[in-house]
T-cell receptor
Framework: ETGVTQTPRHLVMGMTNKKSLKCEQH?????MYWYKQSAKKPLELMFV???????ENNSVPSRFSPECPNSSHLFLHLHTLQPEDSALYLC?????????????FGDGTRLSIL | LAKTTQPISMDSYEGQEVNITCSHN???????ITWYQQFPSQGPRFIIQ???TKVTNEVASLFIPADRKSSTLSLPRVSLSDTAVYYC?????????????FGTGTQLKVEL
């Protein structure tokens, strides 16, 4: 399924670098999500955007900064990350209104912090 | 958010039917039950969703009893490629998007 595309697929960065993760959905959805999945741990919801407005920030450190310029694109800006931030970062989208609809996920960005 | 409980792992053989049961005792009236499949280094893939009774699609069936406090995902005639982690979630539309809580899932291993 290529409805949700994430780039890059892999990223290695130092703790002082600044990088951004990109997510694009082609499903006409209005809600977009960032999740973090660390090794052997459940997915953790980080941020939720609905119609470009942030509706959820799950106590995420400020070194992670999301941006949602429109309903099709979502970014996660990274700055001064820590080794424990190494994980698979997943983006998802869903309908933002009406009846409950399931989320559709991208294949993630594997992030490694040196 | 309703919490779910499912077995940590299950083993099966090719061609067998696999049933994975999930408990969600505090499911709310507006909650739907959704199952996802995840392969290593990939995002979860939607399998099936239901509210009550039975739902069937081309890959699975979902059985939900009348009290909705549990659900069972049924995978008919599994193959090696069905080896994956299966997540059971309950959630509802909140007006600000859907907030789902993933548990640890069930690691299904299918062998020859």
């Amino acid at each position: 399924e290529t409805g949700v595309t994430q780039t890059p697929r892999h990223l290695v960065m130092g703790m002082t670098n600044k990088k951004s993760l990109k997510c694009e959905q082609h499903l006409g959805h209005n809600a977009m999500y960032w999740y973090k999945q660390s090794a052997k741990k459940p997915l953790e919801l980080m941020f939720v955007y609905n119609f470009k407005e942030q509706t959820e920030n799950n106590s995420v450190p400020s070194r992670f900064s999301p941006e949602c310029p429109n309903s099709s694109h979502l970014f996660l800006h990274l700055h001064t990350l820590q080794p424990e931030d190494s994980a698979l970062y997943l983006c998802a989208s869903s309908q933002g209104s009406g009846d409950y609809q399931p989320q559709h996920f991208g294949d993630g960005t594997r992030l490694s912090i040196l | 958010l309703a919490k779910t409980t499912q077995p940590i792992s299950m083993d099966s053989y090719e061609g067998q039917e696999v049933n994975i049961t999930c408990s969600h005792n505090n499911i709310a009236t507006n909650d739907y039950i959704t199952w996802y499949q995840q392969f290593p280094s990939q995002g979860p893939r939607f399998i099936i969703q239901g509210y009550k009774t039975k739902v069937t699609n081309e890959v699975a069936s979902l059985f939900i009893p009348a009290d909705r406090k549990s659900s069972t995902l049924s995978l008919p005639r599994v193959s090696l490629s069905d080896t994956a982690v299966y997540y059971c979630l309950v959630g509802s539309f909140t007006g600000g998007g859907n907030k789902l809580t993933f548990g640890t899932g069930t690691q299904l291993k299918v062998e020859l």
